[in-house]
């Protein structure tokens, strides 16, 4: 290994109060490089970082809950990671893995990371990632289109029958969601709502969505609620929500009775602090509004199917690439140093599908 090769870490330094101080939570600082002290261990050097909404969590206390990170902290994200030096005989040099790791240039590590993967060994050839890239074991073959698989096919259990909504329908889980929905589960109708005319184009012309609502056109809950029943006057019987706001608040009011309503995220909220009750978007009403109406609310994450990845998503999920069925689009970022301002690009919706940074 080069001796003259320099690390990088990003460490928690502020805790953000509101969306315009993201990019300022963590600050980039060197740190030793990383060196093999046992046999079992290997060093990694990182080529691409994911960047994703629930790390809010850990900044600050918020709407979303959890442990909150100590201002010092390095951060740590899915990523994908080259082997250069190895004293591990499973895991030789050459070899690209994926886990969830900290946020550094250079990474020790001995392959018991949580989620840790090995994607290709150095003499195999023919992969799916030589077909599409090793930055989608990120995305549409890593934890978002994970959270898409099992929140169609398990969570909601959409069927034809069905008419689907979902919110973020522009962002690394959306997109696959409403594809799963419409291409896999074969449901009546699928709409996706997301942030502007090319998001709205892109998921109905080269994704297969039936209908689009750009909501920053339909900005209002009355004009949410006016358009979604004229897209679907035949009712809506599942929404896949991956935002919250006033998105949400406009279908709880229209949904069918015995609707399910899947919560896969609350992107509106993450940035809104628990310490300020005034900045959450609560409504009070969402439970009463279950009760004549029969709905069901379900949350959920996809590490809580994880045990199933290998028997379900890494076999299916690899075919429908192959075969054309899924598509997907990745927003890529270049540069380490990067990082924060990709991560401020999910807030901003800058972005089409999965945000990776290219390191």
Partial sequence: MNSELKNEEFVLSTRPSDQNEIKSAWKLQPCPMAIITNDNEFILETLFVSVDPYLSSGLKKSALGGDINPIGFVQISGLVARVIESKNSNIPVGTIVTGRMQWKRYILANGTEPRFRILQKSIEKNTIYDKIGFSTALGVLGMPSQTAYYGILSVA?????????????????????????????GAQKVIGIAGGENKCDYIVNELGFDAAINYKEYNTKDKMINRLKELAPEG????FDNTG????????????????????????????????????????????????????????????????????????MPVWLDQGTIKFHETFVDGFENLPRAYEMLFTGENIGKVVVRV
């Fill in 157 to 185: 259990n959409t069927q034809p029958s069905d008419v689907v909504v979902i919110s973020g329908a522009a962002g690394a889980v959306g997109t696959i969601a409403g594809q799963i929905a419409k291409k896999i589960r």
């Fill in 236 to 239: 809506i019987t599942q929404y």
């Fill in 245 to 316: 706001g006033f998105v949400t608040d406009a279908v709880f009011d229209i949904i069918k009775k015995h609707g399910k309503i899947i919560i896969c995220g609350q992107i509106s909220t993450y940035n809104n602090s628990e310490d300020d009750p005034s900045k959450i978007n609560i409504y009070p009403n969402y439970l009463a509004k279950t009760i004549y109406r029969g709905l069901s609310i379900l949350g959920f994450v996809c590490g809580d199917f994880i045990h199933r990845n290998e028997e379900e998503f890494y076999k299916d």
